[in-house]
């Protein structure tokens, strides 16, 4: 069992930054691949980024590409991702999710991601 625990949102006008931090604990959750999804109200859940357990093979999605930087620190297991340039429609729920398998943090396989945090706000005002 892999326990994800989300920290770090909130409200910021457009343009600012924030980051948020996504701490793993658990069996072998240094061997998981971690990634952010987000849902805004009424939409999909919609994938973010994604990061391999050894800290490479990062990915974006195309909205959030050049703005949107997904870290790992492995000593501490935590998973950052840090947001620039925040745009209103960004605002959503972001979720912290971690599976062995770096290939389901997509939108076609997060179904199959076998653990999420529990969810945190960010908004972004005009």
């Known amino acids: 069992q892999v326990q994800l625990l989300e920290s770090g949102g909130g409200l910021v006008q457009a343009g600012e930054s924030m980051r948020l931090s996504c701490s793993a604990s658990?069996?072998?959750?240094?061997?998981?691949?971690m990634g952010w999804f987000r849902q805004a109200p009424g939409k999909e859940r919609e994938f973010v980024a994604r990061i391999s357990a050894l800290g490479g093979g990062t990915y974006y999605a195309d909205s959030v590409r050049g703005r949107f930087t997904i870290t790992r620190e492995t000593t501490t297991n935590t998973a950052y991702l840090q947001m620039d340039n925040l745009l209103p429609e960004d605002t959503a729920v972001y979720y912290c999710?971690?599976?062995?398998?770096?290939?389901?943090?997509?939108?076609?396989?997060?179904?199959?991601?076998?653990?999420w945090g529990q969810g945190i706000q960010v908004t972004v005002s005009s």
């Open positions: 658990g069996r072998q959750s240094t061997n998981y691949a």
């Open positions: 999710g971690a599976d062995p398998m770096l290939a389901y943090f997509s939108n076609e396989q997060y179904n199959r991601v076998q653990f």
